[in-house]
């Protein structure tokens, strides 16, 4: 049997890209809310806000914690699997990586600690600062990441000499076409992934009349974000979308399952894409819409899969049918949100017992959009790893064989089970334990208790009963 190493590398980096890119965008929003939850109980002093967000901390530590785990071998994926990428974009991605590290990760790990331990042990505005700062090194992360990821789908600000990319502009590289728009859509992602955790599992504790008054503040603010969130990331994907069409045409043209360059084009709603036959079977779909949505014009002409080699032409089926989930969850979740601000509105959030089983079940919805949200992107560029500069298989480390990817691969996916399931075992543990009375702590102001002096502990030891002194 071939075993083909372009291939096998290009499915060992979509399972661990796969796998990595659910927690961190679970925890860029989850730390966000965490840190508006920590500025309210500062405020108002009351113990359901500081209970909820000791709460979701616990459950950010673990879900960071397997962000983390689960991240660490992309890396070395780059060296290992992709040498010629790597050699060829060091002088790009190289530095732009290592800012992740030294502006991001260290932010995030020097202020985790404070968050995770330091509630009734530090000042509370100290306390407070670190849960922004988690919150900010998120999304500074984020910000890196994505802007090396879209100079891969936009390339500006270099040229190549030699085989090697040299930046000429780093303001162009970093500030790259798509990057505006992906690092939007990706933040309004993640305010919706944790979002929707955050309201499903409030409306757990609701149903199972579990901390309830802290349970519903968490679910009326969520709800309300969410009606405000989700049409916004329709209209921020809409813009997305035009800029993908004007730097990656054969991208938007499998993602319509589009052929033939013409107008009047047609948003299909189904359709079975052939790829060898170059057309589609079975297609319903609504007449212009296509044409509106992307030139704004009923008559637009759209640019089709026919236009483009075969060879530079992305996987159709695959990206039509994940556009489609990622858009039709997307429409759902649009639907809840309001359907929720509306119960909220109207003081009928806690009658509702099936919004609350909708909500619970809605948990998964934000992970898969963004999971079919990420195949779009990548594969839509295909069969280039650097968009119109370099393909996978010149990327490819040369003298890489098919059977060493298979095995690194089974590898990596035992040891991905393992954590995942760990991951979920501690996760578990932490919602059924649930949203707990935290520990008196501090004075009357809040500050953490000064050390007793020598003449308090006489005394103290002194009224003390022998049987107790320790």
């Known amino acids: 049997m071939d075993l083909d190493p372009v291939f096998l590398s290009r499915l060992q980096f979509a399972f661990v890209v796969s796998f990595h890119a659910i927690f961190p965008v679970f925890t860029i929003g989850l730390a966000s809310y965490i840190a508006v939850l920590e500025t309210i109980s500062l405020k108002t002093g009351s113990p359901h806000w ?19 785990v689960s991240g660490l071998v992309m890396a070395f994926q780059f060296g290992t699997n ?52 988690v919150a900010i090194g998120t999304f500074i992360s984020s910000f890196w990441i994505l802007s090396a990821n879209s100079w891969m789908q936009t390339p500006t600000g270099f040229e190549l000499r030699e085989g090697m990319v040299h930046v000429t502009s780093w303001a162009e ?10 690092f939007a859509h990706m933040a309004l992602a993640s305010f919706l992934t944790g979002g929707f955790v955050v309201a499903g599992v409030s409306a757990l504790y609701l149903l199972r009349g579990h901390a309830v008054e802290s349970a519903e503040r968490a679910l009326k603010m969520t709800l309300v974000l969410l009606a ?20 990656q045409p054969a991208k938007v043209a499998a993602m319509e399952g589009h052929w033939e360059t013409g107008g009047q084009v047609p948003l299909l709603l189904f359709a079975l894409p052939d790829q060898q036959a170059e057309e589609n079977h079975l297609e319903v779909g609504i007449p212009k819409l296509a044409s509106v949505i992307l030139k704004h014009d009923p008559d637009g002409v759209v640019q089709g899969l026919k236009d483009f080699a075969p060879e530079e032409r992305p996987p159709v089926a695959m990206v039509f049918w994940s556009f489609r989930v990622m858009v039709g969850i997307g429409m759902l979740m649009i639907l809840v949100g309001l359907w929720g601000a ?18 619970t ?24 790893l650097i968009y119109g500069v370099m393909t996978a298989t010149d990327a490819v480390t040369p003298s890489l064989e098919g059977w060493m990817v298979l095995l690194t691969m089974a590898g990596y996916i035992a040891v991905y089970a393992v954590v995942f399931t760990a991951g979920l075992h501690y996760l578990r543990k932490v919602i059924q334990h649930g949203i707990t009375e935290l520990p008196a702590h501090g004075d009357d102001r809040g500050r953490p208790k000064r050390p007793l002096s020598a003449v308090e502990i006489e005394a103290k030891s002194s009224s003390t009963p022998p049987f107790f002194q320790s």
């Open 50 to 68: 500081e209970r909820l967000a000791a709460f979701w901390t616990k459950v950010f530590a673990v879900v960071f914690g397997m962000g983390v």
């Open 82 to 133: 992709w040498s010629n990428f790597a050699y060829a974009s060091s002088n790009f991605l190289g530095p732009i990586l290592a800012y992740e590290v030294v502006t991001a990760f260290f932010l995030e790990a020097a202020f985790l600690g404070v968050l995770l331990f330091g509630r009734g042990k530090v000042p509370p505005g100290l306390h407070l600062l670190s849960a922004y700062m």
């Open 173 to 182: 590289a970093i500030f790259n076409p798509s990057f505006p728009y992906r």
């Open 228 to 247: 405000v969130i989700a049409p916004l990331q329709l209209f921020v994907g809409d813009m997305h979308g035009l800029n993908t069409l004007e730097h």
């Open 342 to 359: 509306w119960l909220v509105w109207s003081g009928k959030l806690r009658s509702s017992p099936r919004f609350l089983r909708l909500l």
């Open 361 to 384: 079940w809605m948990i998964p919805a934000p992970f898969i959009a963004v999971l079919a949200g990420w195949f779009v992107t990548e594969i839509g560029r295909q069969p280039f």
